[in-house]
C-alpha cells in the first residue's frame, strides 16, 4: 500500500525566539529538520516526501531536500498549520491510499513508531502516537481576582503574582483516560480530505489533523507513543535533544568505510557520462547502461560499506530494467538499501582516471548531480581527475577508470 509522508514544517516557531527557524537548528550535528525528514525518507513504508516549508526557505531548501533516495517534494507552507498540510496533501502521490503527517518539530520518532502507526490507520482510517498522562491532569480557569474582605471561601490560588491572573482548578480529570498526542498522526486518504474539507467548510482552526478527523466523524485510534519523540518548542528542549541526539550517535562514532572501481573501455560513437553529467568527447564509455565509472565506483562503494554485496548483485547488466538506464537512478537504488538498514553516506572521495578529455570544468556539476543522488551537500562529494601518464590501457586511451571511498553513518 503507497504511503506519503507529509512534513509539517510550514512554522515560524514564535514561542522559540531567535534569528533562525526552529526547524534548521541544529541538533546533534544534523538540523532538526533533516532528522525529520530523514525518518521518513529511510523507511521502508513510505513511498514519497512532501515537506511542506515556510515560503522563503522552500524557494532555496537546504541539499537535504533535493533529491536523495526517495521522491520529495518540497511545497510552501500556509498561513495556519492545516493549510500547510492542505498544500502538501496536494502534492502528495495521487496513487498513495495512506497519509502520515508528522511534526518537523520531533526528529526521533522511531521507525517502529511510524510503522505502527501506519498499521493502526490502514485497520481504522485514522491514528495518532500519543502518551498516556503520567502526571495528574488538572483543569483551570483564570480566576477573577476578588478583594480579600468579599469572601473567605474563595478558590484556591494557584498562582499568587501580582501581574498575572492566577489559574485555579476547576476538576481533576481521570489520568487513565488521558493522552497527550503527537505525531505521526496517520489518515485513509479519504479520512484526511474528509478533515480537510470539514475545516473548510466549518471555518475550523486545529492544532492536529486528528482533531479535524474526529470532529468530521470519523473514529481516530491512538497508538503508544514515545517519549523520545519529543516537540522542540522552546530553547530549553534543545538541552533534552542534545541529550537524545548524542545517545543515539555512539554507534555512528566509528562509521563504515566501503571501496568501489570500475572500467569501461573508450570507443567512438558513444557519449561520455561521469557523475551523470554529458561530458563532451570524441570518444565514450563503452557498457550495458550509460557506462558511468564515477556513479558505478560510489554506488559499489555505498553497497561495500554497508556489506550488501555490489553492483552486479544488484543491477545485473542481462536485467532489461536497466538496459540505458541512467546509473544515477543506479546509485539511487543503492542509496535506498542502505538506508533500509539504517545507515546514511557521510561522504565519498571518487578518482577518475582518463587521459582526454580534462574533466576538471565538470567536477562542480558532476558533484552537486551526486550529492543530490546521496542527499548530502557537494563539500561532502569530491571529485578528483587524473591521467595514467600513457601508461597501460588508460594511458593509451583505450579505458577509463575510477576509484570511489564511501563512508555511511547510522541515520539514527
Ligand atoms: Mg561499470
Known amino acids: 500500500m503507497p504511503v506519503t509522508a507529509i512534513i509539517a514544517a510550514g512554522g515560524r516557531g514564535t514561542r522559540f525566539g531567535g534569528g533562525t527557524l526552529k526547524q534548521l537548528q541544529v541538533v546533534g550535528g544534523r538540523a532538526i529538520l533533516e532528522r525529520s525528514v530523514a525518518a521518513f525518507v529511510n523507511h521502508p513504508a513510505i513511498a514519497d516526501v512532501v515537506v511542506a516549508l515556510p515560503r522563503e526557505i522552500a524557494s532555496d531548501p537546504p541539499a537535504y531536500l533535493r533529491g536523495g533516495s526517495k521522491p520529495l517534494r518540497v511545497v510552501a507552507g500556509g498561513e495556519r498549520r492545516q493549510d500547510s498540510v492542505a498544500n502538501a496533501f496536494g502534492a502528495a502521490d495521487s496513487k498513495s491510499d495512506l ?7 520531533r526528529p526521533f520518532a522511531s521507525a517502529d513508531l511510524i510503522a505502527r502507526t501506519i498499521a493502526a490507520a490502514s485497520e481504522s482510517g485514522a491514528a495518532v502516537a500519543a502518551l498516556q498522562a503520567r502526571d495528574t491532569v488538572k483543569v483551570g480557569e483564570l480566576m477573577v481576582r476578588r478583594a480579600h474582605h468579599e469572601r473567605n ?221 546521496l542527499g548530502i551537500e557537494p563539500d561532502r562529494v569530491s571529485i578528483k581527475g587524473k591521467t595514467n601518464e600513457g601508461v597501460d590501457a588508460v594511458g593509451r586511451g583505450e579505458a577509463i577508470a575510477a576509484h570511489a571511498i564511501a563512508l555511511l553513518r547510522s541515520n539514527a
Open 99 to 105: 497519509i502520515v503527517i508528522h511534526d518537523a518539530a
Open 153 to 373: 471561601d474563595a478558590p484556591l490560588i494557584l498562582s499568587s503574582s501580582k501581574d498575572e491572573q492566577p489559574w485555579v482548578v476547576t476538576q481533576t480529570l481521570p489520568r487513565a483516560s488521558i493522552f497527550l498526542a503527537q505525531t505521526p498522526q496517520a489518515f485513509r486518504r479519504d479520512v484526511l480530505e474528509a478533515a480537510l474539507d470539514y475545516a473548510t467548510r466549518e471555518g475550523v482552526d486545529a492544532t492536529d489533523e486528528a482533531a479535524l478527523a474526529e470532529r468530521a466523524g470519523h473514529v481516530v485510534r491512538l497508538v503508544d507513543g514515545e517519549a523520545s519523540n519529543i516537540k522542540i518548542t522552546t530553547i530549553d528542549d534543545l538541552i533534552v535533544a542534545e541529550a537524545i541526539a548524542g545517545g543515539r550517535a555512539k554507534p555512528a562514532r566509528t562509521g563504515r568505510a566501503g571501496i568501489g572501481y570500475d572500467l569501461h573501455r573508450l570507443v567512438d560513437g558513444r557519449p561520455l557520462i561521469l557523475g551523470g553529467v554529458a561530458i563532451p568527447s570524441e570518444r565514450g564509455a563503452l557498457g550495458h547502461s550509460d557506462a558511468d565509472v564515477v556513479c558505478h565506483a560510489v554506488t559499489d562503494a555505498v553497497l561495500g560499506a554497508a556489506c550488501l554485496g555490489d553492483i552486479g548483485t544488484h543491477f545485473p547488466d542481462h536485467d532489461p530494467r536497466w538496459q540505458d538506464a541512467s546509473s544515477l537512478d543506479l546509485l539511487r537504488a543503492a542509496v535506498s538499501l542502505v538506508h533500509a538498514q539504517g545507515l546514511e553516506v557521510g561522504n565519498v572521495d571518487i578518482t577518475v582516471i582518463l587521459e582526454r578529455p580534462k574533466i576538471k570544468a565538470h567536477v562542480e556539476a558532476m558533484r552537486r548531480a551526486v550529492a543530490a543522488v
